[in-house]
């Protein structure tokens, strides 16, 4: 059952959000950045179905060629590569910039497949086998084969990983930038196991150890997992909204910030329990409850705002300075300054106060944040997260 899965379950997955694909057809004026995505369902749903058991012995005996179907399979991954790499290319630039890289790259694809077809022809397969690794390793041509394919596919999985995390740090769209961050860690999977096997053709060549321990999980993990990451995230905007994706994404992030905060509120909490409207529970227990979360997310943003208002006497505006400068000359910027001189300047109050240093009620000074409460949320959450990475190095130093 679990080799069914294996062999048969993410083809399955490819068509099923293929035909959900057209099913919704195209809406609104053309966009080249959708367009591509059915590219990239329709090579990855050729692919995987050609390289299952079944359609791969089906494929060789009707046409006669043993093994065609992996140079078939292949051919099509080449295509979702590189129509994949065009998604992202025309996620952030003009169309006219576009076009001319989509048929330099086209021209890349085209000559990888005919010399791929030539050390096919020249590779003696003779016998049809879905396991062509375990039976044609060590024969000639067939490391020059897959390495002619993983030269087009490594450079170009290589940028779908790059750009793909790029540009969903950039994004505002919830369900686009989880979608690009799932088709980046896809990229760079099958990055690692393009190049296993051609470890495994060139041992087998060569002579030397390897594959190391435990590589048939490898063979038979990491190519489902990056298949159906790649897959998933190209078609999360389109299906996401289903499934109520945008609220639990917004949940999470919600959870993700109330956690991050807490090294900073803990801090400040033990230096002036008063800020609590209840007692500080165990981080473990606050990792798994998981109710009335928007409340506890404002009550810990206000007693984080009233730990700094109790350290007021305890500021110094010099060590902010400083801290200030030092994090300019790192090439911070914008928000992110801000959060790590306030970081500096609250961990130095607190130092400060817990020596039994003299609270010294020095001139008032600007207190950074947003300007509202989900933008000062934003903001304490970088201070904390500059804050812990102090308190890392403190311990450490």
């Given at each position: 059952m679990a080799d069914t899965l294996r062999h048969y379950g993410p083809a399955a997955v490819a068509w099923v959000l293929l035909a959900y694909r057209v099913s919704k057809g195209r809406r609104g004026a053309p966009d080249p950045a959708r367009d591509t995505v059915w590219l990239v369902l329709l090579g990855l749903s050729l692919s995987l179905t050609l390289l299952t058991p079944a359609v791969y012995a089906f494929t060789g005996r009707v046409s006669g060629v043993p093994n065609l179907a992996r140079l078939l399979g292949h051919g099509s991954m080449l295509v979702v590569a590189w129509s994949a790499r065009t998604f992202l290319w025309h996620l952030n630039?003009?169309?006219?910039?576009?076009?001319?890289?989509?048929?330099?790259?086209?021209?890349?694809?085209?000559?990888?497949?005919?010399?791929?077809?030539?050390?096919?022809?020249?590779?003696?397969?003779?016998?049809?086998?879905?396991?062509?690794?375990?039976?044609?390793?060590?024969?000639?041509?067939?490391?020059?084969?897959?390495?002619v394919y993983i030269?087009?596919?490594?450079?170009?999985?290589a940028s779908m990983a790059v750009l793909g995390w790029a540009y969903a740090h950039m994004s505002t769209a919830p369900l686009l930038r989880v979608g690009l961050r799932l088709v980046a860690i896809g990229a760079f999977l099958a990055i690692g196991y393009n190049l296993h096997k051609a470890l495994v053709f060139a041992s087998e060549r060569f002579g030397f150890s390897y594959p190391p321990a435990g590589h048939l999980l490898i063979d038979?993990?990491?190519?489902?997992?990056?298949?159906?990451?790649?897959?998933?995230?190209?078609?999360?905007?389109?299906?996401?909204?289903?499934?109520?994706?945008p609220e639990s994404l917004a949940w999470l992030s919600r959870y993700r910030t109330y956690q991050a905060?807490?090294?900073?509120?803990?801090?400040?909490?033990?230096?002036?329990?008063?800020?609590?409207?209840?007692?500080?529970?165990?981080a473990l227990v606050e990792l798994v409850t998981v109710r009335d979360l928007n409340l506890r997310l404002y009550r810990r943003v206000i007693e984080i705002r009233d730990g700094r208002l109790a350290l007021m006497p305890y500021l110094d505006l010099d060590t902010a300075t400083a801290a200030r400068a030092r994090a300019a000359q790192a090439g911070l910027s914008g928000q992110a300054l801000d959060a790590a001189a306030e970081a500096a300047a609250l961990h130095a109050a607190l130092h400060a106060k817990a020596l039994g240093a003299t609270a010294v009620f020095g001139p008032a000074s600007h207190t950074p944040g947003g300007g509202d409460l989900d933008s000062d949320t934003v903001f304490l959450r970088d201070v904390a997260r500059a804050f812990h990475r102090l308190e890392r190095q403190s311990h450490h130093g």
């Open positions: 630039h003009p169309i006219t910039e576009v076009q001319p890289r989509t048929r330099l790259h086209l021209g890349f694809l085209a000559a990888t497949f005919a010399a791929m077809s030539v050390l096919f022809v020249l590779a003696d397969t003779p016998v049809d086998d879905a396991r062509f690794a375990a039976r044609y390793a060590g024969d000639p041509w067939v490391l020059e084969y897959w390495l030269a087009y596919l490594t450079p170009a999985f038979g993990v990491l190519p489902m997992l990056a298949h159906l990451l790649v897959l998933i995230g190209a078609t999360l905007p389109a299906w996401g909204r289903l499934v109520n994706a905060l807490r090294p900073l509120w803990r801090a400040l909490y033990a230096a002036s329990p008063h800020i609590a409207l209840t007692p500080a529970s165990p």
